[in-house]
T-cell receptor
């Protein structure tokens, strides 16, 4: 069972355009993370959102956590070719000395110069 | 460079065989996590170790096993390999057993022919 649904699956845009990718779940997580993965490399953590309604900014990237802590979005302003990659959201289950991430299947972003 | 190392980078083997993947965590990190990434299932958590002890289990098959050694490096053993085991296997590490930052290695690409 896929607990985290990401959309769109693929996105190809021109440099300078804005975009939003979505991460939706039927489960509540203690927190939610966004990662970027480039070919041949492991995922790299971009941000962790913890509180419902929380908004975090990382340069041109804006992350939002839904009020019910079940969904999240990533908005990129004025996309650059360097933003190209696979964007993954991950729900965090933590407690009792363990820490587990449940990943969505990702959004593959291509930014064309 | 995340500081997590994985060997080998690529592995090609035949069905029915057994392989061992190796992971060295970042210096000072006590927790190690193993993930499998395939095209159809995405990135899936397999198992977590903390300071030599198993802490959490995810979607790990009975044919797979892992351990963490006193020097904190970890090995993932995959046996009776099937075509469907072909995937990228990532190791990640974190400082302790319940922290929000996991650092991923570059992965091992396993191809089962």
């Amino acid at each position: 069972t896929q607990l985290l649904e990401q959309s769109p699956q693929f996105l190809s845009i021109q440099e300078g355009e804005n975009l939003t990718v979505y991460c939706n779940s039927s489960s509540v997580f203690s927190s939610l993370q966004w990662y970027r993965q480039e070919p041949g490399e492991g995922p790299v953590l971009l941000v962790t959102v913890v509180t419902g309604g929380e908004v975090k900014k990382l340069k041109r990237l804006t992350f939002q956590f839904g009020d019910a802590r079940k969904d999240s979005s990533l908005h990129i302003t004025a996309a650059q070719p360097g933003d190209t990659g696979l964007y993954l959201c991950a729900g965090v289950h933590s407690g009792a000395g363990s820490y587990q991430l449940t990943f969505g299947k990702g959004t593959k972003l291509s930014v064309i110069p | 460079d995340s500081g997590v190392t994985q060997t080998p980078k690529h592995l090609i083997t035949a069905t029915g065989q057994r392989v061992t993947l190796r992971c060295s965590p970042r210096s000072g990190d006590l927790s190690v996590y193993w993930y499998q990434q395939s095209l159809d299932q995405g990135l899936q958590f397999l198992i977590q170790y903390y300071n030599g002890e198993e802490r959490a289990k995810g979607n790990i098959l009975e044919r797979f096993s892992a351990q963490q050694f006193p020097d904190l490096h970890s090995e993932l053993n995959l046996s009776s390999l099937e075509l469907g085991d072909s995937a990228l296997y990532f190791c990640a590490s974190s400082v302790d057993r319940a922290t929000d930052t996991q650092y991923f290695g570059p992965g091992t690409r396993l191809t089962v022919l």
